[in-house]
């Protein structure tokens, strides 16, 4: 069945649907919910949409009925959902990333990098994306709109990130033109922009090279040498030898020994830190760590996510960030 005029900007999220219907149950709902949710405010005079809209619904509830029969956790818990989502767009987008770099520029490379942006957009069921996920999500959008131009007319992409921040506002630009193509299903369509008139290159002028003068070399006048006067060498007397008298040895007194206290047992301090005597070792208290929840740990296994991720990047302030929130989690049960 077609989609209808009303809803054709939300098409790729049901061919995406599509693709992922039996390898991923759980991307395949969320993207029929993401259609849902979008189409409502789209079609709210449109018949046509609206009738679409209620066939949709009705397989998105048989789709929640089988994940629900399967106890599974995404559906009922967007911590779970949106982890879910998101370890896959990043696995997606690393390795079209990985590929462009190698200079690996075909057609897989395209639909892929388009299938990460969509997917990092369904992250926005649960809340706005993050720093980190709305820049990949920029970025798949325009890697996959250059490279898919680049096909087209031949030209020889460049591997790696934006060449010019105008050239990538003109391929967002054309990206946002085309909602309803796909890299999933049907190519997207892209516009190309004008080439840039070339400058005009004049040669600069040849300057005049006029070597300087050779100067004249005088050598100086050679020194005269005198050889010093030999010395006369007089042998010293020989010295007179006495050996020393030999000392006496007086064996010194023995010591008494007196064994020391034995020490004081092992105090605990106010502070619930024992004290301990000499020679034995510090123990970690471990009453300054937080007894942590179930959204407190996967609060933290998402930020060291995102850490591993901005690393990727060489981003070591979004890294150091992200290690620092997950720190104080543990510590003190609150990220800042």
């Not at 920029?138 to 890697?143: S, V």
């Not at 008298?245 to 004081?264: E, F, K, L």
Request: hydrophobic share 30%; net charge negative; with cysteine.
């Amino acid at each position: 069945m077609d989609v209808p005029g009303s809803l054709k900007s939300l098409a790729p999220y049901l061919r995406l649907c599509k693709q992922f219907e039996s390898r991923d149950p759980v991307v395949a709902y969320h993207c029929q919910l993401y259609f849902v949710q979008k189409g409502i405010q789209l079609c709210s005079s449109d018949a046509e949409g609206k009738m679409f809209l209620l066939g949709i619904m009705d397989k998105l509830e048989q789709a929640k009925s089988n994940l629900i029969a399967q106890q599974n956790e995404a559906v009922g818990n967007d911590i779970v959902a949106s982890s879910h989502i998101e370890s896959k767009a990043l696995q997606l987008f690393l390795f079209a990333d990985r590929e462009d770099r190698a200079g690996n520029f075909d057609v897989k490379v395209i639909k892929t990098f388009y299938t990460a942006s969509l997917l990092f957009e369904l992250l926005t069921l649960f809340d706005a994306l993050n720093e980190e996920n709305a820049y990949q999500k920029k970025y798949a959008q325009w890697k996959a709109t250059y490279l898919e131009r680049c096909r087209r007319s031949g030209e020889e992409p460049v591997a790696g990130p934006a060449l010019h921040d105008q050239e990538q506002a003109e391929a967002e630009a054309d990206y946002n033109e085309q909602p309803g193509a796909s890299g999933i299903d049907a190519q997207p369509t892209f516009n190309q922009p004008e080439q840039p008139a070339q400058p005009t290159y004049h040669q600069p002028e040849q300057p005049t090279y006029n070597p300087p003068a050779q100067p004249t070399y005088n050598p100086p006048p050679q020194p005269k040498y005198n050889p010093p006067a030999q010395p006369t060498y007089n042998p010293p007397a020989q010295p007179t030898y006495n050996p020393p008298a030999q000392p006496t040895y007086n064996p010194p007194a023995q010591p008494s020994y007196n064994p020391p206290a034995p020490a004081a047992a092992s105090q605990p301090s106010a502070t619930g830190v024992t004290t301990l005597g000499s020679g034995e070792l510090l123990r970690l208290d471990t009453t300054q760590f937080q007894n942590l929840d179930y959204q407190q740990i996967e609060r933290i296994q998402k930020l060291c996510r995102f850490a591993g991720s901005a690393l990727n990047y060489k981003d070591y302030k979004t890294t150091l960030d992200n290690l620092q929130k997950a720190i104080n989690l543990i510590r003190v049960g609150q990220e800042e």
